[in-house]
């Protein structure tokens, strides 16, 4: 068991530092401007960590994904579940969701600044937007594809409405939903980058951005990496609670 | 307690390629209460559409489904149903799984653990309460649904081949503490199968049914002291008796040229 | 409907409706007692005099400079009416006009100010020798789309077949020239600057020599808040005039200042201001209808604007006219 652990462990940290090795060695091939290396990105890092700036701008960035994966949640949980039950309901609003869902958030930026100015409420707009589809259309087919048995078992011994929502649509759904979760946490924290171009000024995004204009090119590798290694802990996160739910209602893996 | 009556009942389907199919054709049937009745045939003959018509979980398209002369509206706990698949819910515990039975009659709380673990206790599975379904044993399973059904004390027990998917001797073993459990309150059972000996095993009064339409085609009364030896000769002598009726339906059956 | 599927539709419009009323409120991302004025710009040396709002005190309104990464973004922010107004290219701000945004052109950003850039190692010593070669512009409703074309048709070079002009994102500008995927470049200010102090690019010739006190960024403003709040816009004025005219005066100091809104490197600001002297001018900010005239021909030809505006009804020269006419700060 140990011995599982320490490989598991070690190769975790052999293949990152096979990648910084590899990054050091291409980055060696161009100025540092054109491509910084590993020991360029690490100072630009300290830079930014010094002067208080990365602390304000991850503070922001995460900020603004919670209020818009938040929001996602709390309009595409119940509407999944409203569609997913009332077919009709499904076939009204199916068209318009399959029309909207491919729509890139990017392309919704003029509506964006036209309907919410520009600063915090476009980027999430933004945001949520691309949390939105995933949520809905995973709540959706699972609560479709709850096995009627369930349902059954349900109507027979009379069970109302709020104890059949608890007790069996939400925890048969659930193991479907959660992946629709997932993948929205990703869409979400990938389009964050995207909506603080709108006008925010400040933000991961915005740091990424506005290092564009100077040619900062450290300044955006960091930038990047931070937004890579906070989306890596935030679907971690999301991963870890999934296991705890899954635990507490036996659904094992 | 619950009498069933069925007047005329008949029940049409649409097949995959879209064909009507008489699934039940003019069914007469008046099942009183307290009795232990096996619907036998085999499949395609209706039998489980005609449990599902009494359970409440369809209607007919002609006739009608009556329980104590009042219509079949819909699905109602003193009717309980126990399916071939278990119908457990994963999520929760053997316990959990009752106390969700006993929560959708509202009862909640201390009370309501108490008769849970009876039950549970009854089939013998008390050690098991806070096992999940998926680590218990197929027959173990069974019980828990069993359980699950008699904790709201029904007055009528529907019983989809709820053996079907166990080995033999899960299978002799549920029967019996099926009709102990049964003797104790008595409900109306109603019982699918496709197995002569368990029909004979368990039932006072067999439906043999065959399909095409699905109909009743022969009303025997078992009368064996009960619990039955399976190797007397009385039990074999149903048992042909059974055997000869489930022939003779089967060839005044057309069958289909596919 | 069942009266179940009634809830479940009302709770979703709910929702939504209220999440449509938790956007306006998330609008403020400081929030200030002053009335403000927001102003849009870009991280570049054209807009410079926006570091009015660290010299200056403002009685009427506060300036509120809101920075964005690129054109799109900043003209969109200026079309739906987010900002109260922005720096922004003529080009740009005709075609909006042309569309019907109540824009009105009030003050000039600054004359000059542009450079093409070609490759330190390259070929390329006059204008001539671009001949077949590739140039970046930043978009055709540029100034420097129609500087480019100035200088093509005074060295009788012909746009469409004696070399390649292609649109690119200014921050790639550099970098393409580094790996000599063009040849040379024209766009504001500071990015020729950066490559050449990445000594990856020289001069080839200075905007003021290809159009001498050419207009580029414009400041526009909403008809809107000029009809609203006219006191306010004079002391805004005043004050980007006033600025104008310190950068001139101390162009170093103004360099350094610049680092809190622009955020480039001093350095390369001072590199701007001063290598020539008159590389980039903020003098004479008053807008003349001559300049426009010019610009909108020069679209014209270009084919980029179809149709022409009344020049006259979109510009306000009165606040810098009457800015002008005062002492200085």
New interface residues.
């Given amino acids: 068991m140990k011995r599982a652990i320490a490989w598991r462990i070690g190769l975790g940290i052999v293949g990152p530092a096979l990648i910084v090795f590899l990054w050091w060695r291409v980055s060696r091939r161009y100025t540092p401007d054109q491509f910084p290396g590993p020991v360029e990105v690490v100072a630009a890092w300290r830079e930014i960590l010094a002067d208080g700036s990365l602390a304000t701008h991850v503070k922001i960035s995460l900020l603004r994904f919670s209020a818009a994966y938040l929001l996602a949640l709390v309009t595409a949980l119940p509407l999944g579940f409203s569609l997913g039950w009332w077919t009709r309901g499904l076939d009204l609003f199916d068209p318009a969701i399959q029309i909207l869902r491919p729509i890139s958030p990017i392309a919704w930026f003029p509506l964006a600044v036209l309907w919410f100015g520009v600063g915090n409420a476009p980027a999430i707009f933004i945001i949520t937007l691309s949390a939105f589809f995933p949520i809905l259309l995973s709540t959706v087919s699972a609560v479709r594809a709850i096995p009627p048995a369930y349902l059954r078992v349900a109507a027979n011994f009379g069970a109302k409405r709020l104890l059949l929502l608890r007790a069996v649509l939400l925890p048969a759904a659930f193991p479907t939903i959660v992946v629709g979760l997932r993948i929205a946490t990703g869409a979400a924290w990938i389009h964050l980058v995207a909506g603080e171009m709108l006008g925010a000024q400040s933000g991961l995004g915005f740091l990424i951005v506005d290092s564009r204009n100077f040619l900062r090119t450290d300044l955006i590798v960091a930038g990047m990496l931070t937004v890579g290694i906070l989306g890596l802990v935030i679907d971690r996160l999301v991963a870890w609670a999934e296991r705890r739910v899954r635990f507490a209602w036996g659904l094992g893996q | 307690m619950m009498s069933i009556e069925l007047r005329d009942v008949s029940k049409r389907f649409r097949d995959a390629r879209g064909k009507e199919r008489g699934v039940l054709k003019d069914v007469n049937l008046v099942l009183p209460e307290r009795t232990f009745t096996c619907l036998l045939g085999p499949s395609g003959c209706g039998k489980t559409t005609l449990m599902n018509l009494v359970a409440g979980f369809d209607k007919p398209c002609a006739g009608s489904v009556a329980i104590n002369g009042v219509r079949v509206q819909g699905p109602d706990p003193s009717r309980s149903v126990i399916f071939q698949d278990y119908g457990l819910f994963p999520w929760r515990t053997a316990l959990g799984n009752v106390l969700f039975a006993l929560a959708a009659k509202g009862q909640h709380g201390k009370e309501a653990r108490a008769t849970a673990m009876h039950y549970l206790d009854l089939v013998g599975l008390g050690q098991a309460a806070h096992q999940h379904p998926q680590q218990l044993s197929g027959g173990m399973r069974q019980r828990v649904a069993l359980a699950r059904a008699l904790a709201v004390r029904p007055d009528m027990l529907l019983m989809d081949e709820p053996f079907a998917a166990l080995d033999t001797f899960t299978r002799f073993r549920l029967q019996d503490e099926l009709l102990r459990l049964w003797a104790e309150r008595r409900p109306t059972v109603i019982f699918v199968t496709h197995d002569i000996d368990e029909a004979v095993y368990l039932a006072e009064r067999v439906l043999v049914m065959a399909p095409d339409p699905g109909r009743i085609t022969h009303d025997m009364t078992i009368d064996l002291p009960r619990p039955c030896d399976r190797t007397h000769p009385l039990f074999l002598e149903a048992r042909g008796k059974i055997f000869q009726a489930l022939s003779l339906a089967q060839r005044d059956t057309v069958e289909y040229a596919i | 409907m069942k009266s ?2 009634r809830t ?2 009302a ?2 419009i709910a ?2 409706l209220a ?1 449509l009323g ?3 409120a ?4 400081s929030a200030t007692a002053k009335p403000t004025l ?1 102003i ?1 710009y ?3 040396t054209d807009h410079l005099t926006i570091i009015a709002k660290e010299r200056k005190t403002f009685t009427q309104s506060e300036l509120k400079p ?5 054109w ?2 900043l003209a ?2 200026l ?2 009416g ?2 109260d107004g922005a720096f922004v290219l003529s080009p740009i701000a005709i075609n909006l006009r042309q569309k019907g945004a109540p824009l009105r052109a009030v003050l000039l950003g600054h004359r000059n100010g542009s450079v093409i850039t070609v490759r330190a190692d390259g070929d390329i010593h006059t204008p001539a020798d671009l001949k077949g070669h590739t140039v970046a512009i930043p978009s055709r409703f540029s100034t420097h789309s129609i500087l480019l074309h100035r200088l093509l048709a005074k060295f009788n070079l012909d746009p469409d077949k004696d070399l390649k002009i292609i649109e690119l994102a ?2 790639e500008m ?2 393409a020239l ?2 000599k995927r063009i040849d040379a470049f024209i766009v504001a200010e500071p ?1 020729g600057a ?1 490559a050449e102090l ?1 000594k990856v690019g020289r001069v080839l010739i200075l905007s003021k020599d290809i159009w001498p006190d050419h207009i580029c960024c414009v400041l526009n403003l909403q008809q809107k808040v000029i009809d609203e709040r006219p006191e306010a816009v004079q002391e805004l004025i005043s004050a980007l005039i006033a600025t104008g005219h310190e950068i001139t005066q101390d162009p170093r100091a103004a360099a350094k200042s610049s680092k809190a809104l622009l ?3 001093p350095e390369v600001i001072e590199h701007v201001l001063t290598t020539p002297k008159d590389r980039v001018t903020y003098e004479k900010l008053v807008p003349e209808i001559a300049d426009f005239v010019a610009t909108q021909d020069a679209l014209i030809n270009l084919g980029v604007l179809k149709e022409r505006i009344d020049l006259k009804a979109y510009l306000d020269d009165h606040f810098a006219r009457k800015a002008g006419a005062g002492k200085l700060q």
Avoid: D, M, Y
Wanted: hydrophobic content about 40%; aromatic content about 6%.
């Fill in positions: 179940h599927r479940h539709l709770a979703c929702l939504t999440w938790i956007a306006p998330l609008q403020a991302e927001t849009g870009l991280p570049i809101v920075k964005f990464g690129s799109p973004e969109e922010a079309k739906a987010a900002v200014p921050p550099v970098n580094a790996t990015f950066q990445q955020g480039q490197k």
